[in-house]
């Protein structure tokens, strides 16, 4: 799935101990030792599900992987944990279907990438997009051939709050995920949309972390599918970090909406609210011939 170049230069410098290897993803000693302990985390969680282990797993692993594409590593992610995961399970032909959930505020342009022509792959994005700078993780970019239909982006504008994703989950991503129908749910769990994130630009608090964990129980118990296994991707405020995972697995265990200290009233502009509406109106367009 990684070209060989990719996991030999990534063994090279690490073994250097310093250097880039792409946009944004730096050298360190024993790089390939914790890239590595990432990805074995991540196919370790995918296991315990399909082996009937558990019905949901966390892979609380770092570096990140979902930037990662096929030939080149960037964006702090080196391997792509979730999509070698994914791609393992299906090699051994243990599972034919699976949908990928990336709430990271950043687009997992690698795992768009790996998967964007394969029809038994289901890829969902929801992330933060600049609309004055077009770039990849447009709605338009819906997969390719086979793939058509499975690729499905949801670019929200910057400052997006919890009300628009709560949008989001009701019409896109649970309908989305009904229709494809998985035998499994892969979840990119990154954190960076939280409001207080000094990398991502989004505005969100815990509860829609919960929510996130509590839809994808649901659609595990309504469709009966085997479980879900999710993998850390971003999140770099350690103080909001805590209260965002612990709000995802209360949700997974099907547990009521707690109170944590991040949660509180911020302003919500209309403004930011009807844009994001009008994206998802273009998003439920754009794949209406596919869902």
Request: glycine content about 8%; aromatic content about 10%.
């Amino acid at each position: 799935m990684h070209a060989p170049y990719l996991v030999h230069t990534v063994e090279i410098m690490s073994r250097i101990g310093s250097g880039e290897l792409g946009e944004y993803a730096y050298a360190s000693p024993d790089l390939l030792r914790s890239a590595l302990h990432a990805l074995g985390g991540a196919k370790h969680a995918a296991d315990a599900i399909v082996e009937e282990k558990a019905k949901h797993a966390f892979a609380l692993v770092r570096p990140p992987g979902h930037h990662a594409t096929s030939a080149s590593p960037m964006g702090l992610c080196y391997f792509n944990n979730i999509a070698v995961a994914v791609r393992s399970l299906m090699k051994d032909q243990e599972v034919k279907r699976v949908s990928i959930l990336d709430f990271d505020s950043h687009f997992g342009n690698g795992t768009s990438e790996i998967f964007y022509s394969d029809p038994e792959v289901q890829y969902i994005s929801v992330h933060e997009y600049d609309y004055d700078n077009f770039g990849i993780g447009h709605f338009e970019e819906t997969g390719y051939g086979e793939g058509a239909g499975t690729n499905i982006n949801i670019p929200l504008v910057e400052s997006s709050p919890d009300i628009s994703y709560e949008s989001v989950v009701d019409r896109v991503i649970v309908p989305a995920i009904e229709s494809f129908n998985p035998e499994l749910i892969a979840v990119s769990a990154g954190y960076d949309a939280h409001y207080t994130d000094p990398v991502g630009n989004m505005n969100v608090d815990s509860r829609t972390y919960w929510l996130l964990g509590s839809t994808v129980e649901q659609l595990v118990r309504s469709l009966s599918l085997k479980g879900s296994f999710w993998v850390l991707e971003g999140g770099y405020n350690p103080f909001a970090l805590g209260p965002s995972i612990r709000a995802s697995l209360d949700g997974l265990l099907g547990g009521p909406l707690q109170e944590l200290e991040d949660q509180t009233e911020r302003e919500e502009h209309e403004m930011l609210i009807d844009s994001n509406n009008q994206v998802i109106e273009k998003v439920l367009e754009t794949h209406s011939k596919y869902l």
